[in-house]
């Protein structure tokens, strides 16, 4: 089900239709307005330069934010694949401990 809010950014406002809810698209949006506001406040623009500016900022976020999810991920599988072989070596380990163990209760039988 969709949702309709009606959010206000820099002075306008604007009706937002999303499947999300509408606290987290007031969420969003006043982040955009405060991103937006940094902007207008560090630069002398006008609202729709602003407004591509806060926009290639708000990319330059998500492109370095998913650089940092994936080399997590990369970072993720490596430990896995250690874990993995350090877990295939446990077992191996506990085989040999019982071959051993085998070897010598027949050579010492009770």
């Given at each position: 089900?969709?949702?309709?809010?009606?959010?206000?950014?820099?002075?306008?406002?604007?009706?937002?239709?999303?499947?999300?809810?509408?606290?987290?698209?007031?969420?969003v949006?006043a982040?955009?307005?405060?991103?937006?506001?940094?902007v207008?406040?560090?630069?002398?623009?006008?609202?729709?330069?602003?407004?591509?500016?806060?926009?290639?900022?708000?990319?330059?976020?998500?492109f370095?934010?998913?650089?940092?999810?994936?080399?997590?991920?990369?970072?993720?599988k490596?430990?896995?694949?250690?874990?993995?072989?350090?877990?295939?070596?446990?077992?191996?380990?506990?085989?040999?401990?019982?071959?051993?163990?085998?070897?010598?209760?027949?050579?010492?039988?009770?």
């Amino acid at each position: 089900m969709s949702n309709r809010v009606v959010v206000t950014i820099c002075g306008e406002d604007y009706t937002f239709v999303a499947e999300e809810s509408a606290s987290y698209m007031q969420k969003v949006a006043a982040y955009v307005g405060d991103k937006m506001e940094e902007v207008l406040g560090s630069a002398h623009v006008g609202k729709i330069d602003a407004a591509v500016l806060t926009a290639v900022n708000v990319a330059d976020e998500l492109f370095k934010a998913q650089a940092a999810a994936e080399q997590l991920r990369r970072q993720i599988k490596g430990y896995l694949d250690e874990a993995g072989k350090a877990q295939s070596q446990v077992s191996e380990l506990k085989r040999e401990v019982v071959r051993l163990q085998q070897r010598l209760d027949s050579r010492n039988p009770k």
